[in-house]
């Protein structure tokens, strides 16, 4: 089994959905956990209660990934109270899904500054303070492929995401930091419902062109966080993992 003893992970918007499961899973492997909100305190406290609750340590600390100064205060607060960082889980994001005529300058700064230069700044800060081997996981997602109608801006930040994840694995790999990223399909969670899509013609139309005839659970996603955070990945850098259940 993967183990996190000793470790430190920073996963960011952990206050629910995909990222609470990773930072529910990472510290079940034995990793001190700093669970990262922007809005959501109650949801991130809940997540950090869940963690202690069962034995592991883990505290919840605000900050938008989109800003410069949150996210320098967000790692020095990580290092403050756990005294390192190894791991970071780049899961903040946000989307919206419109058809181009509705397409505004103001939701794609929104989509953006979260999804991209949110994860070009938490990687900064990570690998200022990471010390020997380290892991930093992306989330992106099977659309930056395969884009669906309606969703050219967040398919685009999610292209993105792979070429940061593409770069960094070559910029950091000599200092011994691994840099993956996850590429998720459709997924049971609170943004999914959100879209309207659970349930619909489209979504159902999703369920049935996937593999295995369900959609994805927050669980999945988490099992495979914990994979490359630890050392059971060691040889892998710069690769990109679909876990879609065979949806591509």
Sequence with gaps: MSSLQ???AVVTGASKGIGAAIARQLAAAGAAVVVNYDSSREGAERVVKDITGAGGRATAVQGSVSREQDVKRLFDEAVARFGRVDVLVNNAGVYAFAPLEEVTEAEYRRQFDTNVLGTLL????AARRIKGAGSI???S???SENP???SSVYSATKGVVDAITQALSKELGARGIR???IAPGPVRTEGFAQTGLEGSDAGQHMVAGTPLGRLGEPADIARVALFLAS???AWLTGERLTASGGLH
């Design 6 to 8: 000793g470790k430190v």
């Design 122 to 125: 938490a990687s900064r800060e």
């Design 137 to 139: 996981i992306n989330l």
């Design 141 to 143: 997602s099977v659309v």
């Design 148 to 150: 669906l109608p309606g």
């Design 179 to 181: 840099v993956n990223s």
């Design 231 to 233: 050392e059971e990945s």
